[in-house]
């Protein structure tokens, strides 16, 4: 079956620093990949995503790149903002499933 | 602006009520799903629907039951809540068809029950 694996938080940052929150799957097929973002008090939202090998995702200064050979999909930031601080979830889909596999979460705080 | 919807954001019950949550989305999708967060456990899966009238259960779907009678909502029931039951419920839809590896799920802002 399809599985993720994300590090476990909470990842504590100060405002400006390096953020990476690993993220590794097992699936059968060739999976889409995606990271939601969920702020407090809010429904997930998607962040990211990447359909095929070596596809970058994007958005709002966060980064992922599809790694086939590695099966990751890391999420980066090159300067976390106190903003930014909420509970990150990589997730996958693969064909032929209605339903996609999520991690666990990791929640990340900014501090100032 | 694309939108799914939750009848309440928060909702207190009493142990052995009926509870009914509502999930209403606008953008046509085929596919619609009923999840419980819980701290520590993540998204749990109750059930979800591809189709009108259609239900498959999910991994927890013990207590609970669904109703689907229009495309556009999705119920979920509690038919005797416990205070096990107490939690963040979350709805969300996605999109079927020949493209639906690509497709995202888009969530409400979820229901936080609380069962007495």
């Known amino acids: 079956g399809n599985s993720v694996t994300q590090m476990e938080g909470p990842v504590t940052l100060s405002e400006e620093a390096f953020l990476t929150i690993n993220c590794t799957y097992t699936a059968t097929g060739y999976p889409s990949l995606f990271w939601y973002v969920q702020y407090p008090g809010e429904g997930l939202q998607l962040l990211l995503k990447a359909t095929k090998a070596d596809d970058k995702g994007s958005n709002k200064g966060f980064e992922a790149t599809y790694r086939k050979e590695t099966t990751s999909f890391h999420l980066e930031k090159g300067s976390v903002q106190v903003s930014d601080s909420a509970v990150y979830f990589c997730a996958l889909r693969t064909g032929g499933s209605y339903i996609p596999t999520f991690g666990r979460g990791t929640s990340l705080i900014v501090h100032p | ?116």
């Not at chain 2, 495309?71 to 963040?88: G, P």
């Not at chain 2, 999109?95 to 409400?108: C, D, L, P, R, V």
């Open chain 2, 1 to 116: 602006d694309v939108k799914v919807t939750q009848s309440s954001r928060y909702l207190v019950k009493r142990t052995g009520e009926k509870v009914f949550l509502e999930c209403v989305q606008d953008m046509d999708h085929e596919n619609m799903f009923w999840y419980r967060q819980d701290p520590g456990l993540g998204l749990r899966l109750i059930y979800f629907s591809y189709d009108v009238k259609m239900k498959e259960k999910g991994d927890i779907p013990e207590g609970y039951s669904v109703s689907r009678e229009k495309k556009e909502r999705f119920s979920l029931i509690l038919e005797s809540a416990s205070t096990n039951q107490t939690s963040m419920y979350l709805c969300a839809s996605s999109a079927s068809g020949t493209s639906a590896i690509y497709n995202e799920q888009f969530f409400g802002p979820g229901t936080r029950l609380t069962v007495l």
